[in-house]
């Protein structure tokens, strides 16, 4: 016996209500409320960017650039495409197990998801205002941390000795990971290129990206340290107090008015002083109170030590990584890709899969496969800002 909610949801299967043969969401729709018309297709879209985009702004077209030619969508851009196939992939639904500061989070703490979330709201919000293509701007937000290990920036240290060319998630998310969805090339670019180490991206969408990641991990990364005793509001810089202020609203307001601002003003993507340097002194502030604190440390040393030998193990039985593991199975073009060939290529199939493994995983397969000690595994952060 069911109960009544779940009966009277029961009785929705085939929709609530027909009127003209057309079947209705709900028995209130009514009648037609005038939104018949014509398709916004493709075409109309990609005319209106024409016309209502900064001039420097990246347009779409047709199918886009990419690896493997396909044929237009009639409703979407390439740019829309490309976000709705990151938006669907398994690497990105494995951003929420994923560490953005605090390993095991809570609840209320940021993965590596909402950091992207977070990121696109910035990152649309500046090209929205000031006329780029904010399509391909959501994109590369989503997909920009879709190279990330488990257990956060550790996870690079822990795969770089592995390899020729160092680890860098950035370049491994758009290379191996990403790479199998067919993106377009400028939203390829732009993930490959987010870092500020790397050399610029190549579109003014993937620099807003840049300073949006920055802008929002700096604001967030505070306020969940903040939420948990390891630093307050009061002790922020009296440059960042004064200027942008104490919470995560009022310092993301004040970075993404000054993007839009220098945009608008000088046409190039960037940040005008005092508040470039507002942004650097929160970030300075978290790397020497949050990122470099020594449980910190104590928790990326542990990653590092957890990722090593399980890399050390798939490396040794390959049969042990599963065939469909993520960023191994065929790419567009019906092979596995070069990332996966040569003489590292049992190194860098071993780095692919764990690369992939969210948190919990990663982590209970070194007790499980290794059998690893649980006391040395890598600790979540209590309500007081204490390891677990």
Known sequence: ?????????????????????????????????????????????????????????????GAGSRSVE??????????????????????????????????????????????ALEVAQVATAVARATGLNVALTEAIALGHDCGHGPGGHASED?????????????????????????LCAETL????????????????????????????YCAHDFEDAASVGIVGPDELPPVVADVAGRSRGSQLRCFINALVDCIASTGTVGMRQPYADVLASLREFNYERIYTRPSSVAQGKAVIAVLSALVEFFAANQSRIPPSAPG??????????????????????????????TDRFAFASAVELLGW????????????????
């Open 1 to 61: 016996m069911i109960g009544e909610r779940a009966a009277a949801w029961a009785r929705t299967m085939a929709g609530t209500a027909t009127v003209e043969g057309v079947v209705l969401a709900h028995r209130t729709s009514g009648p037609p409320r005038g939104t018949a018309g014509s398709v916004v297709t493709r075409q109309v879209r990609e005319d209106a960017e024409k016309l209502l985009l900064a001039p420097g702004a990246t347009r779409s077209g």
């Open 70 to 115: 396909e044929e237009p969508d009639p409703l979407r851009t390439c740019f829309e495409r490309d976000r709705d196939r990151i938006l669907h992939s398994s690497a990105f639904r494995r951003l929420a197990g994923k560490t953005q500061v605090f390993v095991f989070p809570r609840d209320h703490q940021r993965t590596r998801l909402t950091h």
């Open 158 to 182: 822990a795969f770089s000795p592995y390899l020729a060319a160092r680890y860098n998630h950035a370049i491994w998310g758009a290379d191996v990971i990403l790479a199998p969805l067919n």
């Open 189 to 216: 670019d732009g993930v490959r290129h987010h870092s500020w180490s790397l050399p610029s991206p190549r579109t003014p969408e993937g620099e807003v990206v840049s300073w949006a990641d920055r802008c929002a």
């Open 328 to 357: 191994l199975q065929p790419g567009p073009a019906g092979d596995p890709g070069e990332a996966i060939q040569g003489p590292e290529a049992p190194l860098r199939r071993a780095i692919t899969y764990v690369s992939g493994m």
């Open 373 to 388: 000690d649980r006391d040395h595994l890598p600790r979540g952060i209590d309500a007081s800002g204490s390891s677990l």
